[in-house]
Nanobody
Framework: QVQLVESGGGLVQPGGSLRLSCAAS????????MGWYRQAPGKARELVAR???????NYADSVKGRFTISRDNAKNTVELQMNSLKAEDTAVYYC??????????WGQGTQVTVSS
């Protein structure tokens, strides 16, 4: 079973930047669609960014132009660069690996708090 471990969350001021990293326990990027989701208190979990096996990226409208998803095949990591952070970006961020034939895999989540 593949395991995902997120890191890089923390407290940042509005307008600041953070880089989240998701480490997979083995090489999966050739067969899994990777994504970052977030869940704010009292709200449903939502897709933030997604990276397909072919390298296509998709972003939620709320983060377009500010967030960038990327992967490092050699390190088995997927990263989310978050710039120009806003208070409304505050949430627990989860890494996700999705495959059409298997159950989705989730990391444990990392807290991002944007506050002055």
């Amino acid at each position: 079973q593949v395991q995902l471990v997120e890191s890089g969350g923390g407290l940042v001021q509005p307008g600041g930047s953070l880089r989240l990293s998701c480490a997979a326990s083995r090489s999966i990027f050739s067969s899994y669609v990777m994504g970052w989701y977030r869940q704010a208190p009292g709200k449903a979990r939502e897709l933030v960014a997604r990276l397909t096996t072919g390298g296509t990226t998709n972003y939620a409208d709320s983060v377009k132009g500010r967030f960038t998803i990327s992967r490092d095949n050699a390190k088995n990591t997927v990263e989310l660069q978050m710039n120009s952070l806003k208070a409304e970006d505050t949430a627990v961020y989860y890494c996700n690996a999705d495959h059409p034939l298997t159950k989705a895999i989730w990391g444990q989540g990392t807290q991002v708090t944007v506050s002055s």
